[in-house]
């Protein structure tokens, strides 16, 4: 393929400036995003006694529900609950007020509160995901980051598919530092490319589908798509309720009823994870099943059954389920990494960071494309790019590692103390976050990169330390116990802490010994 | 190069309806059967109509040929919606 010289200009610039423009959100989205892989760990590793409590029976559970729909007529409406298992050990029930507010409990707080129960931290880290921490406005700022995401792999396609298969192996290091960052860029760019191409997609997908599906309702589906959308997204067909109340159903019930169907339909294995319950109580109460069977790309498949006979009503499970629920299993299951075992999850969680230095990267090509080669001045843009990159990206670094030690210190004191925790994890990470673009912005771009890079370093190596004195629990004493959910939080902060450590040795060589002439050189 | 993204992004938003419309209506069984296929199908069609939108030459031609690439596949649906030629 030939492309005229002009067309080849028009989207090199595209590339580039939606490559920065999008590139800070997206090194936010990509970082949050590997650590929010481990969203279930992360609420085990920041309860304090989660380790120290047994793993609640269906029989607890049980008690949760009845004490739960005895309390909140709004419940008996509609309630879901988690089934107690590996992934939640505690039971968590929840369902919407008269005024629609969410409300989680417990059994340690049956009235229920609209905060899901030990999960500050890993709902701020999924926050700052999905709308880099801003409120309402942020997932649709991310929904058009996303978009933006998709341009920039098909500008970056466009350009480099003349030169595609036979610079495709080429990493060309030497004198030429932006043609070693330019191949680099290239190759990872393109082998990583099926998985851009599906984070584009489906977060674009999960952040606008919303607004995207009120625009095309009237455009091509006669406004018939909101009457569709039940059918679509549920298992369970929609029964008004018979005003007649009648024996509600166990969760034992309901747990070997949804595993005994699975498995008569040619399921290998399912596992019960959440249940969705609809008129509790009443002779048309529906209860929908959600559970994994391994091996499927979706692995989420539901059941629903007749609460009160547990009759079977409806399936949706892998291999024998439509296009819609296999669409909306596979596709969920793509972006958050939930098709496979652990392995899965570390690959994602790698291919996550990966995905934060390609923009790091793409940002750091953009400077040294612009660098002034025979002068020690230096022009503005690139300075500013480099101060901009190095106080949000090492910044972010620095923040999130800052809320996971706060939230070990808070949960301790509160403890002792009435304090918000919430808040205090949340002034903690945008606090640092601030302090670090200030400090950016404030000192000499590579100065300011090794220092950051150095308080990375320590305070990502603060965080097991922080756990370990909190709670008792040390990484050997986690390890010891076959906590490895706990463990390996512990451990991987301290590798990205070495890592952090080897990145801040490297800018300061770059400094010392690199070519002169640069914002990264004194 | 402005007139020419925002020829993808607000004609092309129509352009992309209109090819997954036409698709989704076409195919055998009632629409309602791949809604969510088509949803997702929706997003990769329109950045792929965004990014085309730098072929053209200039912003003018974008805005006039997309719009009436458009114009044509949406009004190709509704009037196959109208007369129940497709279900």
């Given amino acids: 393929m030939k492309l005229k010289s002009t067309t080849l200009r028009t989207f090199t610039t595209l590339h580039t400036w939606v490559g920065v423009v999008a590139g800070f959100a997206l090194f936010v989205a990509f970082y949050a995003g590997a650590i929010t892989v481990f969203h279930h760990e992360l609420q085990a590793w920041q309860s304090p006694h989660a380790a120290d409590r047994p793993q609640h029976s269906l029989a607890d559970a049980q008690l949760l529900l009845d004490e739960t729909l005895a309390r909140h007529p709004a419940a008996r409406k509609h309630v879901g609950m988690l089934f107690p298992g590996e992934e939640s050990p505690h039971a968590v029930i929840y369902w919407q007020d008269e005024k629609g507010t969410w409300l989680f409990a417990t059994q340690d707080d049956l009235q229920g509160s609209e905060k899901p129960p030990q999960a500050a931290l890993s709902e701020l880290i999924n926050a700052l995901h999905y709308s880099v921490g801003i409120p309402v406005a942020g997932t649709y700022l991310m929904g058009i980051v996303s978009l933006l995401y998709g341009v920039a792999l098909f500008s970056g396609l466009v350009i480099h598919l003349p030169k595609l298969t036979q610079d495709l192996f080429a990493l060309r290091p030497g004198r030429n530092l932006k043609r070693f960052w330019q191949d680099a860029h290239n190759v990872i760019g393109v082998l990583s490319l099926p998985m851009h191409l599906m984070f584009a997609v489906t977060g674009a997908l999960l952040c606008l589908m919303l607004v995207v599906m009120l625009a095309l309702n009237p455009l091509i589906y006669r406004s018939g798509l909101m009457a569709a959308l039940p059918a679509v997204m549920d298992t369970a067909p929609i029964r008004s309720p018979a005003g007649e109340s009648t024996h509600r159903g166990t969760l034992s019930m309901w747990h070997a009823r949804s595993i005994e169907v699975a498995l008569a339909q040619g399921q290998v294995s399912f596992e019960p994870a959440y249940l969705k319950l609809a008129n509790a109580g009443d002779r048309n109460a529906v209860v929908e099943v959600t559970g994994q069977s391994p091996g499927a790309l979706g692995p989420l498949g539901a059941v629903a059954l007749d609460a009160g006979t547990g009759a079977v009503l409806a399936t949706q499970l892998p291999g024998g389920r439509d296009a819609n629920h296999a669409a909306i299993a596979s596709t969920f299951a793509l972006h958050f990494g939930e098709y496979g075992n652990a392995w899965v999850k570390a690959l994602y969680f790698l291919m996550g960071l990966g995905g934060a230095f390609l923009f790091y990267s793409g940002n750091l090509l953009w400077v040294e494309s612009r660098r002034k080669r025979r002068q020690v001045e230096q022009g503005r843009a690139p300075l500013n790019l480099a101060r901009a990159t190095v106080g949000a990206c090492i910044g972010l670094c620095v923040a999130v590692s800052v809320a996971f030690v706060a939230t070990q210190l808070l949960e301790m004191t509160a403890g002792s103390r009435e304090i918000n925790v919430a808040s205090g994890i949340s002034w903690a990470c945008f606090g640092s976050w601030a302090l670090c673009m200030l400090w950016a912005a404030l000192r000499p771009p590579v100065r300011a990169a090794r220092e950051l890079l150095w308080t990375a370093a320590v305070t990502t190596l603060l965080v097991p330390i922080a756990h370990g004195a909190a709670t008792g629990w040390w990484l050997w004493r986690s390890a010891a116990a076959g906590h490895w959910n706990l463990f390996w939080i512990d451990a991987g902060a301290i590798a990205m802490a070495f890592g952090f450590a080897a990145l801040a040795r490297a800018t300061a060589r770059r400094a010392r010994l690199g070519e002169p002439n640069s914002v990264w050189s004194l | ?87």
Avoid at chain 2, 27 to 38: D, E, F, R
Avoid at chain 2, 48 to 69: D, E, L, T, Y
Avoid at chain 2, 72 to 79: H, S, V
């Fill in chain 2, 1 to 87: 190069m402005w007139a020419r993204g925002l020829a993808g992004i607000f004609p092309g938003f129509l352009l992309s309806a209109g090819l997954v419309g036409i698709l989704s209506w076409l195919w055998p069984g009632p629409w309602q059967a791949t809604v969510v296929v088509g949803l997702v199908a929706f997003f990769l069609v329109w950045m792929c109509v965004i990014g085309s939108s730098f072929f053209f030459a200039n912003g003018r031609r974008a805005w006039a040929w997309i719009s009436g690439a458009a114009l044509l596949l949406l009004g190709g649906l509704w009037l196959m919606q109208w007369l129940h030629w497709i279900e």
